[in-house]
């Protein structure tokens, strides 16, 4: 069966400093990848997502950026945080082909002090 | 643009009682997917139901029933008997329509808060 993973489960981080997510998901391969954003009492926005190694797709201008140097691996990054970077962020999969839903992992709490 | 309406913050209703949380969508395309999430206080996302814009019928997952009103550009979740374990927030979902390949890329509403009194 399939997992996805995310860590840290939560971060309390400065402004200012660098942010680092992993989101890693295992039991499928080729995997469509997606980083969402949930502020305190809101809905999801998404940030990024991937239908392949290397390949990016920014939803929304931003200070963080993604990466996927592996192909079930996800990152979520950011050089200097912002106090607007706190929220819940939630790393989800979905299959390649047309699919019926998304598979969301336990998400990580940011607080950005 | 597509876009995903929920215009209810925050509903009561009483256990073992049946539930409606309405959501609307806006989307000029004819082939699209709508989703209900379940997202429970510690923040998982749980999938509940699923209904193809081309299906015939009302989706059904066991207490879960979509009500697609597709004219009306509706697509509700009906909880039947609710229980305690049902209080969360409900988000509703548009698959965005594809262009030369599946992304597969979700748009949210804003959510409804359950809470279920005993």
């Known amino acids: 069966s399939q997992t996805i993973h995310q860590w840290p489960a939560t971060l309390v981080q400065p402004v200012g400093s660098p942010l680092s997510l992993e989101c890693t998901v295992e039991g499928t391969s080729n995997p469509n990848l997606y980083w969402y954003r949930q502020a305190a009492g809101r809905g999801l926005q998404l940030l990024f997502y991937s239908v392949g190694i290397g390949q990016i797709s920014s939803e929304v201008p931003q200070n963080l950026s993604a990466s996927r140097p592996q192909d079930r691996q996800f990152i979520l990054s950011s050089k200097k945080l912002l106090l607007s970077d706190s929220g819940f962020y939630l790393c989800?999969?979905?299959?390649?082909?047309?699919?019926?839903?998304?598979?969301f992992g336990p998400g990580t709490r940011l607080t950005v002090t | 643009a597509q876009k995903i309406t929920q215009t209810q913050p925050g509903m009561f209703v009483q256990e073992k009682e049946a539930v409606t949380l309405d959501c609307t969508y806006d989307t000029s395309d004819p082939s699209y997917g709508l989703f209900w999430y379940k997202q429970p206080s510690s923040g998982e996302m749980i999938f509940l139901i699923y209904?193809?814009?081309?299906?015939?019928q009302n989706a059904t997952e066991g207490r879960y029933s979509l009500n697609f009103q597709k004219a009306r550009k509706s697509a509700n979740l009906v909880i039947s008997a609710s229980q305690l374990g049902d209080s969360a927030m409900y988000f509703c979902?548009?698959?965005?329509?594809?262009?030369?390949?599946?992304?597969?890329?979700?748009?949210f509403g804003t959510g409804t808060l359950l809470a279920v009194q005993p």
């Open positions: 979902a548009m698959r965005e329509a594809t262009r030369g390949g599946a992304t597969n890329k979700l748009i």
């Open positions: 209904q193809g814009s081309y299906d015939q």
């Open positions: 989800a999969w979905s299959k390649r082909e047309l699919s019926y839903e998304q598979y």
